[in-house]
């Protein structure tokens, strides 16, 4: 049994007593007064969705309901946007207007009814305050602006309907390019100091020639301006194609490893061709280290470069 007790509106002291069932079905009595407002301990009720319904007893034993009423118990703050994007990619733009979209977690109790945000610059420095826009299940900010001209960062979270709302479940777009990324000004720099080094495996160069259908291992590491090396950084490749002048991509999903190392096994039936590494310290964001590889297949005695087919 849990006793609470609460002042009406004539100042009196009413004693509730509130008793629960094997059922979960609680029960809860207290004096009534005129004017009185009666209110309920709702802490050991789990989260969800829940009946509520007022029965009023007078003196001679007479009854009657009102409701029943559904409420909510919600006590966990939303989790994290998830697929923060601008809308439009991430491209210079010659107005200072941008549209943000995301995703939000299921399994919500409350509705998700308001969004906070602020930006910073992207390279430490004093952040906007923090704003608010609401709307029922928001997912997108619209018309945001920034102070000046350069390199921004975004930061978003959420609010339910039930007031729930922690920065500890914030999403930042666009995000540094490492795993375990630091926040303070001198460890954001080392990771814009990355620098990205790829060669040959047979010969650690950056020019290799071999033979058509032969295995050609690449490797690499990612390290900053003090020789550390960067973990968990993706990185880009493209292929250069001689046969068409375009440039291809073939891998995102390419990660540097706790040594800051990458291997990459090429196709075994490629052409001649450059193959492109990029790393950008930000995602998304411009390309901050590039390294070029050159292959060199030959065929038959002669270099290889695939021919186009042409349509007739």
């Not at 100042?11 to 094997?22: A, G, K, S």
């Not at 004017?35 to 969705?49: I, P, T, Y």
């Not at 003090?226 to 046969?243: E, M, T, Y």
Request: with cysteine.
């Amino acid at each position: 049994m849990r006793e609470l007790v609460h002042a009406n509106a004539r100042h009196r002291r009413v004693q509730q007593r509130c008793t629960t069932h094997r059922n979960q079905l609680w029960r809860c009595a207290s004096p009534c007064y005129r004017g009185a407002a009666h209110r309920v301990d709702l802490s050991a009720f789990r989260e969800g969705q829940h009946q509520l319904q007022a029965i009023i007893k007078d003196a001679a034993g007479n009854t009657t309901t009102a409701g029943p009423r559904t409420i909510t118990i919600d006590r966990t703050a939303p989790g994290p946007p998830g697929g923060l994007t601008v809308l439009g990619g991430d491209v210079s733009r010659a107005t200072n207007s941008f549209d943000v979209s995301w995703t939000n977690a299921d399994g919500q109790a409350a509705p998700i009814t308001r969004a906070h945000y602020r930006i910073c610059p992207a390279f430490g420095g004093a952040c906007t305050p923090e704003a608010t826009a609401g709307g029922d299940n928001i997912t997108s900010l619209t018309g945001l602006q920034v102070p000046g001209q350069g390199a921004w960062t975004l930061t978003v979270w959420l609010e339910d309907a039930a007031g729930n709302s922690t920065s500890v479940f914030a999403t930042q777009f666009p995000k540094l390019n490492a795993e375990g990324a630091p926040s303070t000004p001198a460890g954001i720099q080392r990771i814009l100091n990355g620098k990205l080094k790829v060669w040959f495996a047979k010969t650690r160069n950056t020019r290799f020639t071999s033979r058509y259908g032969q295995r050609v291992v690449t490797r690499g590491r990612l390290l900053d301006s003090r020789g550390k090396p960067i973990r968990g950084a993706r990185i880009d490749v493209f292929h250069r194609l001689r046969s068409s002048g375009h440039r291809r991509l073939l891998k995102t999903g390419l990660k540097t490893r706790a040594d800051g190392r990458i291997t990459l096994i090429l196709p075994l039936n490629i052409d001649t061709r450059g193959v492109e590494y990029d790393f950008r310290a930000v995602r998304p964001g411009k390309i901050t280290s590039r390294q070029i590889l050159r292959l060199t297949v030959k065929r038959h005695g002669r270099t290889f470069i695939r021919q186009l087919k042409t349509r007739t």
